[in-house]
């Protein structure tokens, strides 16, 4: 991976309210008769993007049938333009572009692989959402954490997974990560890559890389660490209490909310009232963002920003990434109850066609010859990683014990970054001679 561009600080993101009645009084005259407008309060959410669609669909029965379909909304609008970065370079978006496209072609060779019986179970597709997944996590620096969720495949490519790692990872082959042990996307690298791996109830993620985070500062070290939840899963208890100890404790939680406008069958408006799940962040009292996940360049911005806040010290950042799941929720899922006409609208924002229209046409960082030569090698890493997982034996029988129970002696957990910081001889109390007391373990900050 390619090192990052080094940039100024970035100024916090906006969460601003007017003062209440009761501040208000102590900063001006006194009125005689104050309106109920001095009790308003408002809020700053930022929003990169540079369309907003906003759609009406209505259930329809017929006969024990029941679909959806568009009542509101223009569908025949044309794609916005790419939203200029301000922070990526020529090769870090061409670098981007290239592991997008790495994303989508093991995911088309996944799927051949599940048509031709070699999967071992389901399979689960991020098409439409590459943009979100590699853009978001190739923000972050090498000794800062992720957790990705089934979606995030380009995440893991871009954390420096190959996609043999991950067609193994399906197949249940000996050469997967999890040496077979787990058909799906189970598996992460905490000794090398930072990658915490994801956990099938959804919200879970989030308190652990909160506390990655917090193990983290009590080794002396602020960092960025970086987590996803759907527009469904983000409805969770345990998202509301993850999001909310990484706020109370000023932690570099980095929360990535995949609006894909569909719970598995269930169209996200009914399943939540507020206008954007952006708005979320202000109960947290946190920066809530809001992009285009089929932008890259929105993407990363969003991120780099709230990566800067948290290695600086100043606490979580919510960004909430629009966009469309072009698949079903997973392989066996058709997605019959989506309206055609949606994935048409969707399908004229591809993330992929808009990156490279943006590289070769507007930027012109990318002659036709040499995009094409980028997606050659593409294709060629992809089919030479794709015969490598074949080839890959099955697991022995007599390994399924293995790697089961922890032994003694099998794994040493130290610390990533420096020993945390303790009562020493050094820090006794200058009257009494005694050790200083700690604080109460509840007061983390």
Not at 387 to 413: D, F, K, L, Q, W
Request: charged letters at 25%; proline letters at 6%; a positive charge.
């Amino acid at each position: 991976m390619a090192k990052k561009k080094q940039s100024a600080r970035v100024p916090k993101p906006s969460l601003t309210r007017t003062p209440s009645r009761l501040e208000a009084k102590s900063q001006q005259p006194k009125a005689k008769s104050p309106g109920p407008i001095s009790d308003l309060r408002t809020y700053t959410i930022r929003d990169y993007r540079l369309e907003k669609p906003s759609f009406t669909l209505r259930q329809v029965r017929v006969g024990d049938e029941v679909r959806y379909e568009v009542e509101s909304g223009d569908l025949s609008a044309p794609s916005p333009p790419i939203r200029e970065s301000k922070y990526l370079t020529r090769d870090q978006c061409v670098e981007i572009y290239r592991w997008m496209l790495l994303n989508r072609r093991m995911e088309t060779a996944l799927e051949n692989l599940y048509k031709q019986g070699q999967v071992v179970g389901g399979v689960y597709f991020g098409l439409g959402q590459e943009a979100c997944s590699c853009a978001s996590a190739y923000a972050l620096q090498k000794d800062e954490w992720l957790g990705p969720m089934i979606r995030n495949q380009g995440a893991l490519l871009v954390r420096g997974f190959s996609p043999a790692d991950i067609m193994m990872q399906y197949m249940a082959k000996s050469g997967s990560p999890t040496k077979g042990r787990d058909a799906s996307s189970h598996f992460g690298d905490i000794e090398k890559r930072n990658v915490v791996s994801p956990i099938s109830t959804l919200g879970d993620l989030i308190p652990v890389l909160a506390g990655v985070a917090l193990g983290a500062r009590l080794q002396g070290k602020h960092i960025a660490v970086m987590t996803y939840i759907g527009d469904g899963g983000q409805s969770t208890g345990v998202t509301y209490e993850g999001l909310n100890f990484a706020a109370v404790q000023n932690l570099g939680l980095v929360l990535i909310v995949e609006n894909n406008l569909w719970g598995y069958s269930t169209p996200a408006d009914m399943q939540f009232r507020v206008k954007d799940l952006a708005e979320r962040a202000i109960a947290y009292g946190i920066p809530g963002v809001i992009v285009d996940g089929t932008d890259a360049c929105q993407v990363y911005d969003a991120c780099h920003e709230a990566c800067e806040r948290a290695r600086c010290g100043e606490g979580p950042t919510l960004i909430e990434a629009k966009m469309m799941r072009m698949k079903g929720h997973a392989i066996h899922d058709a997605a019959e109850y989506v309206p055609k006409p949606l994935f048409e609208y969707w399908k004229r924002r591809d993330p992929i066609a808009r990156l490279e229209d943006y590289l070769v046409k507007k930027k012109k960082w990318l002659t036709v010859a040499e995009n094409e030569e980028l997606i050659s090698g593409v294709e060629q890493q992809l089919e030479a990683d794709r015969e490598r997982a074949v080839n890959s034996p099955m697991p022995t029988p007599e390994s399924a014990a293995g790697g089961v129970y922890c032994e003694a002696g099998c794994h040493t957990i130290k610390p990533k970054y420096a020993m945390p910081k303790s009562v020493t001889t050094s820090d006794r109390d200058g009257k009494s001679g005694h050790p200083k007391r700690p604080e109460a373990a509840v007061h983390l900050k």
